[in-house]
Nanobody, 121 residues
């Protein structure tokens, strides 16, 4: 089994920073793309940022220049550094990983449980 465990959410004032982490564990052969999505109340889940195993990244226009995604392949961990946070960044943030389990050798899509980020004064 493969699990994604997120950490780092919380309450922050506008203009502040938070760093999210997501560690994948279990019987993993390899991890391809990893990413962060978010879902605000009453809205659809949207892609925030993604990173390939080679380090190529892409970002939603709304977070470009403020958020940075990175990963540590040795630790099977992806990070999201969020700076200059705005109230509209308030949402539940979900980690996503496209994992090839060692037991199956086919790619599967896995999700974390979600972590709340609230930006408010």
């Amino acid at each position: 089994q493969v699990q994604l465990v997120e950490s780092g959410g919380g309450l922050v004032q506008p203009g502040g920073s938070l760093r999210l982490s997501c560690a994948a564990s279990g019987s993993i052969f390899s991890i391809n793309a990893m990413g962060w999505y978010r879902q605000a109340p009453g809205k659809q889940r949207e892609l925030v940022a993604a990173i390939t195993s080679g380090g190529s990244t892409n970002y939603a226009d709304s977070v470009k220049g403020r958020f940075t995604i990175s990963r540590d392949n040795a630790k099977n961990t992806v990070y999201l550094q969020m700076n200059s946070l705005k109230p509209e960044d308030t949402a539940v943030y979900y980690c996503n990983a496209k994992v090839v389990p060692s037991t199956v050798l086919s790619e599967y899509n896995y999700w974390g449980q979600g972590t709340q980020v609230t930006v408010s004064s």
